[in-house]
Nanobody
Framework: QVHLVESGGGLVQAGGSLRISCVFA????????VGWFRQVPGKEREFVGA????????RYSDLAKGRFTISRDNLKNTVYLQMNSLKPEDTAVYYC?????????????????WGQGTQVTVSS
């Protein structure tokens, strides 16, 4: 059963912007925290940022601060990751994940559900 579906990835030039989405089919996920992670081949999946269930509390990793913004619209069952000033090193598969307690978390193992990922490629 697919719980989370990412979309919106693609190819963008350095300095450009992209917004990717994470849609959850089950409205129960409105009470879940959602995190964004990314991974490149040969490297560990890394934390990008997360929002609590309400969207009131958000945290970002250093790589995302000042460039990426997370928002959520629980009426649309969707969480967004807006990425600005993209760099070639932002190229990765981006994943969203849901955590059932509703509190943001940077640890991968705290998340209960994962999407399939969406590829973001930033050209120089």
């Amino acid at each position: 059963q697919v719980h989370l579906v990412e979309s919106g990835g693609g190819l963008v030039q350095a300095g450009g912007s992209l917004r990717i989405s994470c849609v959850f089919a089950d409205p129960t996920f409105r009470s879940y925290a959602v995190g964004w992670f990314r991974q490149v081949p040969g490297k560990e999946r890394e934390f990008v940022g997360a929002t609590d269930w309400s969207g009131d509390t958000k945290r970002y990793s250093d790589l995302a601060k000042g460039r990426f913004t997370i928002s959520r619209d629980n009426l649309k069952n969707t969480v967004y990751l807006q990425m600005n000033s993209l760099k070639p090193e932002d190229t990765a598969v981006y994943y969203c994940a849901a955590e059932s307690l509703g509190n943001w978390n940077a640890r991968l193992d705290e998340y209960d559900y994962w999407g399939q990922g969406t590829q973001v490629t930033v050209s120089s």
